[in-house]
DNA sequence: GCGAAAGCGTGCCTCGCGCACGCTAATCTG
DNA sequence: CAGATTAGCGTGCGCGAGGCACGCTTTCGC
């Protein structure tokens, strides 16, 4: 293994976090979308696109928050019409979050502008490389250092 | 360019992103570093390290946030030794942060844990594709969409 | 020199978060 | 089948972090 990729990579990825977790970018994605939609807000939007209709519970558990924090964000996206609630037809304890049809609009369009966003960039890079990226980056994802399984 | 390349690096920037601010792997990179090294005080500790010894105004412009948390942040850390005040000799009004040797010690010893994990996970790739990753991974982040000067 | 501006630290207010509580409903147990 | 335990939900409350405004000192422009 050469030395010093991991200390470049690190470095690296350091950088993107920085640059990715800037306010301006997440106001540049969602600008328009309703006041509503904001840095609290989206990641119980998306995670809830991710994982489809679920309680709050299972929610908090997907994206690392507290269920008390999800029923608290769900309750500002439900006023603005994003998301509903439903009784659970399998168990009356609980409650059902599921995006409407406005709530599932809204994540599309976010991810399309964030995916038009880095489709710009890439449109200066031969297409090998490009797809190179795509593909080593996903495998760093889904195998890496940061993967749900430890691997060590 | 190939159309579902903005799409699929986009879901998996979020994957990342997801993984990576995860309490936990912040708690592992700086576990035994003392109480005061934490989510909040390790940006400012980090961006210090980057910037070098600067005013809490500046290092607050770097690291998007407002002077004043950057003082209380600061406040932190000097209280445990890994940060310095000392007046500005050529600006009697400012303030000079700058880390200890024991601060830099703090970020040196993250920054390898770090490198060491990411490391740990290429092992098992390719040569040829580590470094290709590592190539890419910097293109991206300074040329990419997340520049600091848009390129549109 | 003198007013405007810059830099700093701190008091106050606001807001988000997690814990604890009370409630309802499902599940377990004898 | 009835009582007890557990799971799920929403909400009141205390705590901690962040931003604004203020007062102070020093620097800069005219």
Chains 1, 2 share one sequence.
Not at 99 to 105: D, F, Y
């Amino acid at each position: 293994m050469t030395n010093g990729t991991g200390d470049e990579i690190a470095e690296t990825l350091g950088l993107l976090l920085r640059r990715s977790t800037r306010e301006q970018l997440h106001a540049q994605l969602t600008e328009g979308l309703g006041e509503a939609v904001d840095q609290l807000t989206y990641p119980v939007l998306s995670g809830l696109a991710r994982t489809g209709s679920c309680s709050a519970a299972d929610l908090g558990r997907e994206i690392g928050l507290d269920r008390t924090t999800v029923t608290r964000r769900a309750d500002r996206l439900q006023q603005a019409g994003l998301l509903h609630r439903t009784p659970d037809p399998a168990d009356a304890r609980a409650t059902l979050l599921a995006l409407t049809a406005a709530g599932e609009e809204t994540v599309r369009a976010t991810r399309r502008r964030l995916a038009a966003r880095i489709e710009t960039s890439l449109s200066a890079w031969p297409e090998a490389d490009a797809r190179d990226f795509s593909r080593l980056l996903r495998r760093f994802v889904e195998e890496g250092p940061f993967a749900d399984a430890p691997s060590h």
